[in-house]
């Protein structure tokens, strides 16, 4: 399959040659060392999300460094899983905001009905060793600045939430005055102090989509 085929529009903000650079190191890690997401899901989150669509970018660290855990969209857990990570279970309480009276609740535990709704999820780095937070941070960091400096320069008006530290470094190559940044602890730091991510967030990311786009978000079906 072809580089335009694979990414469609999304050739259009993807550094080639970095992309190239990242994968052959990531082509040696594979092979030698025990890796997540399974290798044919490391750009799934470019496949899911409609670069036409695009209105958010939700930039986090890396996967789940548990074995089969990481789905190759951040924070995304598989769509049968009945213990979510803790990550994800912030989230989740948070978008649905159990303080109110709800119906009943239908929650995507993949993430990909946000996607599709124009959110990338997106980690710093798309891949780590098993068992090794960060491994490959280092491998990811050009292939990503370019993806957020280019994103920032060929379009308006996107959200950017940088989640965590490690987002935060990207901050310098978004462009504030077509923008709008919005900087979050890791959802992990309210799992690890239990803490509650404010509802609210959500609140306001559905509010200025709606302002910048025309349209909510729906961050979960009622029925």
């Known amino acids: 399959m072809s580089f335009k085929s694979y990414f469609k529009d999304w050739v259009n903000v993807i550094d080639r040659v970095e992309l190239n650079k990242a994968v052959s190191l990531i082509n040696e890690c594979y092979k030698n060392k025990e890796c997540t997401p399974e290798y044919k899901d490391i750009f799934k989150v470019f496949n899911i999300t409609p670069y036409y669509n695009l209105s958010q970018v939700w930039l986090f660290q890396d996967p789940y460094p548990q074995k089969g855990v990481a789905t190759g969209i951040a924070i995304g857990n598989h769509k049968n899983t009945t213990v979510l990570s803790p990550s994800l279970e912030v989230i989740k309480e948070s978008a649905i905001n159990f303080e109110i009276p709800h119906n009943c609740i239908n929650f995507d535990n993949s993430l990909e009905d946000w996607c599709k709704q124009g959110i990338l999820l997106l980690n710093s780095a798309l891949t780590t060793e098993v068992n090794k937070v960060g491994s490959h941070i280092n491998i990811w ?14 379009n308006t008006c996107l959200i950017f ?13 978004i462009d504030k005055r077509f923008h709008r940044v919005i900087k979050v602890n890791h959802p992990s730091w309210y799992a690890r102090t239990n803490s509650i991510l404010p509802p609210s967030l959500f609140y306001t990311l559905s509010s200025l989509n709606e302002r910048f786009y025309g349209n909510k978000i729906n961050w979960y079906k009622e029925y």
Request: aromatic residues 18%; charged residues 15%.
């Open 141 to 154: 960091y050009p292939f990503i600045k370019s993806l957020i400096k280019n994103l920032s320069n060929n």
């Open 161 to 173: 939430v940088l989640w965590g530290s490690s987002a935060k470094m990207f901050e310098p190559y």
